[in-house]
Nanobody, 120 residues
Framework: VQLQACGGGLVQAGGSLRLPCAAS????????VGWFRQAPGKERELVAA????????YYADSVKGRFTISRDNAKNTVYLQMNSLKPGDTGVYYC??????????????WGQGTQVTVSS
């Protein structure tokens, strides 16, 4: 599967952004998809994931209640809706996928990153 992330940009604190991750492939619905971010000088971290079976989701504590991950299998797209953004959310956001994952994700497929910058 090939992944393409977009939707990043510059936003003021408190604002919102939606990041789409578009995927190729006819079996996209069986892939778990995660959004990772890498802030300057920090390791890449998983912020949200959605699993194929039942659509269960995971959120990092730092984004719970502010970010929502969803998927539209008919469009082969996963979305990350980010609300109430904080300067600490700044980083490069990557979407990544693993076939068949149900409760954890170790991606074998990565998209290119998209930059999100939140100004104070």
């Amino acid at each position: 599967v090939q992944l393409q992330a977009c939707g990043g940009g510059l936003v003021q604190a408190g604002g919102s952004l939606r990041l789409p991750c578009a995927a190729s492939g006819r079996t996209f619905s069986r892939y778990a998809v995660g959004w990772f971010r890498q802030a300057p000088g920090k390791e890449r971290e998983l912020v949200a994931a959605i699993y194929w079976s039942g659509g269960s989701t995971y959120y990092a504590d730092s984004v719970k209640g502010r970010f929502t991950i969803s998927r539209d299998n008919a469009k082969n797209t996963v979305y990350l809706q980010m609300n109430s953004l904080k300067p600490g959310d700044t980083g490069v956001y990557y979407c990544a996928a693993e076939y068949g994952a149900t409760d954890t994700i170790t991606p074998g497929y990565w998209g290119q990153g998209t930059q999100v910058t939140v100004s104070s």
